[in-house]
């Protein structure tokens, strides 16, 4: 995952700054590692822009990645964990470099007008988030727009609605929002996981939507079957599952919701009669948010490496 972006001036100077995680590299070291890609071959010449990469180790004892992209007087940095491949930082670090070079011209940031900072941070953010995108399928009824509902906004309908439509979160406005921040990942943002972001989909049950399903799993990281945990519920999840398999992505799990039924399955029978990852749920209890807010960074970050997808293809 990345760690941060860092832009500065030739003397080191810092001039724009995202963070994904709190600092695990201090100032010195940064400089030091500036410096440092003045004597060194780079890994990759454009030209006008060279690329450099180092590794350093980070206050936390894990290694830290630095892709250097130098154009001009610029040194832009993008700091990875050990879990960002190489070749990622090293790409980032130019894309960033070309963004900063489209927006800015080279010219220092401290002039920038507002709006024109804005749009770099949105242009920049672009380029380091990675999307992982979850889509909910199964039965109607079965819970989708009460987990949907309790993870986006914190609270449960009063009355069941039935869906007509594929609802996403965050929506395309909110999402303008995210990328114009510089802290994108600040503490109560469930959605983000360092530079990951989260967007979930909220797919109609009813028989006259299904047709809709399979285009979103196709373009699914994680597709999420929500069932209600009884005997039919269970049976049904499991003809969901033959019926869309040739759509599904690699990484497929199961939210065994209505634990609070008096006959309710516990996941664990589930997951062996399904074949995949189940985890218990009731989507009317708010108690359990945090519970659901941690299946699903879960299974998006610690089961899956990442995705090149940006903005455009969201
Ligand atoms: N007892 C109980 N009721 C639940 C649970 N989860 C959801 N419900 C209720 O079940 C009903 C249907 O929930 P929805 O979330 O709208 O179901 P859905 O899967 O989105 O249904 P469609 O949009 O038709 O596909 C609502 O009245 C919810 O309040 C649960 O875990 N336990
Ligand atoms: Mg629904």
């Not at 879990?83 to 070309?98: I, L």
């Not at 804005?118 to 009460?146: C, H, P, T, W």
Request: hydrophobic share 40%; glycine share 6%.
């Amino acid at each position: 995952m990345i760690v941060e972006v860092l832009v500065m001036s030739n003397y080191y100077g810092i001039e724009l700054r995202l963070e994904y995680l709190p600092q695990t590299v201090d100032w010195d070291t940064i400089r030091q590692v500036g410096k440092e890609t003045r004597a060194m071959e780079p890994v990759a010449d454009y030209g006008a822009a060279k690329v450099y990469y180092l590794e350093r180790m980070g206050s936390d004892g894990f290694l830290r990645r630095f892709g250097v992209a130098r154009r001009g007087k610029p040194v832009i940095m993008v700091i990875g964990d050990e879990s960002e491949e190489p070749e990622s930082v090293t790409d980032k670090a130019f894309s960033v470099s070309e963004e900063l070079f489209s927006i800015t011209d080279l010219k220092s940031l401290t002039s920038l007008a507002a709006n024109r900072k804005k749009l770099l941070a949105r242009r920049i953010n672009d380029q380091v988030i990675d999307y992982v995108r979850l889509v909910m399928f199964g039965e109607s009824k079965s819970g989708k727009s009460s987990l949907f509902s309790m993870l986006t906004s914190g609270n449960v309908p009063v009355e069941y609605r039935p869906s007509v439509r594929a609802v996403a979160a965050p929506n395309a406005g909110q999402l303008q929002d995210i990328l114009e921040k510089k802290r994108p990942c600040d503490e109560d943002e469930w959605y983000m996981v360092a530079n990951r972001l989260l967007t979930l989909y909220d797919l109609p049950g009813s028989t006259h939507y299904r047709n809709l399903w399979n285009s979103y799993l196709k373009r699914a990281d994680v597709a999420i079957l929500v069932l209600k945990s009884n005997k039919t519920g269970v049976a049904q999840a499991k003809r969901i599952l033959q019926t869309q398999l040739r759509y599904l992505p690699e990484r497929v799990i199961a939210i065994g919701n209505y634990q609070d039924l008096e006959d309710a399955l516990p996941p664990l029978t589930i997951e062996r009669f399904l074949g995949v990852t189940t985890y218990g749920m009731v989507g009317i209890d708010m108690d359990r948010l945090e519970q659901l807010r941690d299946i699903v960074r879960t299974v998006s970050v610690y089961e899956f490496s990442g995705s090149d997808k940006t903005f455009a293809d969201y």
